[in-house]
């Protein structure tokens, strides 16, 4: 790491903040650990992006999401209110794309404007998870979820949400020995006490979350599998320029 990089500690994640991802930074993030890099130029922002992007690994287009490698988000006025990344209420919290055909490893957002103070939520999965009691610990690890696709895309096509995976776990055993987890608290169900273990495990990544408020040119990188990040909801003013706008991308490892 540089001499400029700092790193910050609390009971739901570990932050590190490094001045530019080099060596030290690129192996915390493979390690589960998420980056904020602060004050970039945001007039660059895209390009910025998918610099970060490549120096991570193999950024890509998921054309379900959109047609464009680095994405936009921001409210619109026929969304508000809703629970997506697009729209203006809260965002349970999740990991980017579980059990879908391209779900990245890394998910790279970067500030383009929050003139809102929208407030970010990331949470590690693996301290949710400890917290835990271990037979809540047992059922999260069996195959007896299943996951929605988004409202979103239900919405898009006139018609009701459709499963996307059936039989699955939330949480998987790595190589490293700590867990990794594919979990959308607003699309994953279960019935009976996996539906409990659910909101046990959604009500402990609630409750260690930290806050983040991303400013203009701020990057967030998240290792996907092991942090799970939502939104707190926030009121905007979809007519103003200066609303709150992100930039998206997604990243496989190399």
Known sequence: MTATSQTISSVGVELLRPASINSGALEQLN??????????????????????????????????????????????EDA??????????????????PYEDLEPDFLLIGCSANSEQAVTLISDGNI?????????????QEPRFSVLEAGKFAAAAGRA????????????????GKFDFQIDFEATVARGLY????????????????EIILNPGDVLVLPNQRVIHGRKSFNTNTKSPERRQ??????QKG
């Open 80 to 97: 508000l209110d809703q629970s997506s990344n697009s729209f203006n209420g809260e965002l349970r919290m999740h990991t980017e794309n």
């Open 128 to 140: 949710a998870f400890s917290g835990l009691a271990e037979p809540v610990r047992k059922r999260l």
């Open 246 to 251: 992100l930039l998206r991308m997604f990243v």
């Open 161 to 176: 949400r459709q499963m996307i995976a059936q039989n699955v776990p939330v949480a998987k055993i790595a190589d490293d």
């Open 195 to 210: 539906k409990d273990a659910l909101e046990q495990f959604e009500h402990r990544c609630r409750a260690i979350a930290r």
């Open 31 to 76: 390690a589960g650990y998420p980056l904020l890099l602060e004050t970039l130029e945001p007039a660059r922002l895209s390009q910025t992006l998918q610099d970060l992007g490549a120096e991570i690994g193999r950024p890509y287009i998921d054309t379900k999401e959109s047609p464009f490698l680095v994405q936009s988000i921001k409210p619109e």
